[in-house]
Each structure stands twice: as C-alpha cells, then as structure tokens.
C-alpha cells in the first residue's frame, strides 16, 4: 500500500531550480503596485483601434471607403434632384449652372465634410477622402469654387458621352441622353475622388521627401 504524501512534501518547491522556501512562496506584488498607483497620468494611451482589437465583439462592419464613396454619390445626386430638376423650370441655363454648382460646392462643405467626420473611427481618416479639409469658415467659399470645377468637369464629360453616342447610334438618339442624379452623382463622385487622390499622391511625395531628407541629416550627424 502506497506511503500517503506529507503535506510539506506536497508543495515542496522543484529541487535542483535553487530557491528556497521562502523564495518559492514569496509573493510577487510589482504588478499590484502597478495596479493600485495608476492613474490618468501613469496610463498608456489606447487607441479606439487597439480596444477593438482586444474587444471580444465580432460585428460586420462596412470599411470606411466604402460608406465615404457612398455618402459622395447621394450627396451629388440629391443635389441634381433638388435643385437641377428642382429650379431648372424657373431659372435660365447660366443662372442654373450657377447656383448648381455653388450648391454641390456649398454641401459638399455643410453636411458630406462633416458627415465623413462624424463617421469616422480612427482620427484623420476622412481627410482623405476630402480635398478642402479645414472646418474654417473659408473652406466654404473653397468648396463652393471646387463644386464649380467639379461641374464644369461633369459637364465636359457628358458632352464627351453624347458625342461618342451621337457617333456610335446616331444622333438622335443620343439627343435623348440627358441628365439624372444616379449618373451624375456616379460621375460627380469619380471627378471628386481624381482631384483628391491627386492631393493625397502629392501630399504623399512631400512626407517622402521630407523624411528622406531627415533620414540622410540623421546618418551624417
């Protein structure tokens, strides 16, 4: 019959590690330490992007350029609507054009901007997708001019669209292509888009440049 173990034996340390007793049962308290004297100060700072990393939350959510694309597409296309169809019955083409394209400038600043900042997760996200990016109050006027380059553009591109259609199924029938908001604000949306993707490639060259610059002061140093 098997000998019962002592107690003492039972939770004697591992031989041959050289601790003692004392050491094996000696209690750890830095991280207790940690833990009681932290403060506001003392604690790292967490981004939004590490809390969801470690959250236990496993949600479909919809990357961020995709709602951005999208919130500039309604926009576009509801300003079409509103006020192309809207006022193209009481207001001359020049007068049209023109508070057209200050009203596709003027909410592109007041509600698209500003919803792309709202819905944002991680700072500094929309910028990206923005080409007047300051929440100034002259950024309105910028984006006003802007929404007047984006039109003309537009414009330019249906002419292009009607000639190629007048050519291919003649010209009567291409006569019949005109505008609605789906299309326009497809193609307002992919005008917006190359102008800000130009300013985001050069923005780019300059931060390359610039920490190049820094990297080659560093090595001579």
Known sequence: MAKKKNKKDAVRPPEGQGKSTADYYKLKTDAVDRLVNASAETAPEVTEKDIRKVSGKRKFNIPFPIKALFIKFWFAGAVCFFFYFGLGGYLQVADLLFVFGAALGAVKNLLENNMLRFIERDEGESKRFMLVETKKFWGLFLDVLYGFVILG?????????????????????????????????????????????????????????????????????
């Open 153 to 221: 553009v537009v414009m330019y591109i249906y002419s292009l669209i009607t000639v190629v259609l007048a050519a291919t199924i003649g010209s009567e029938k291409a006569a019949g292509f005109g505008v609605e908001p789906l299309l326009f604000g497809f193609v307002a949306t992919v005008v917006d888009m190359a102008f800000v993707s130009v300013k985001n490639l050069i923005r780019k060259i300059i931060s390359d440049a610039k920490k190049s610059v820094l990297t080659q002061t560093d090595r001579k140093q």
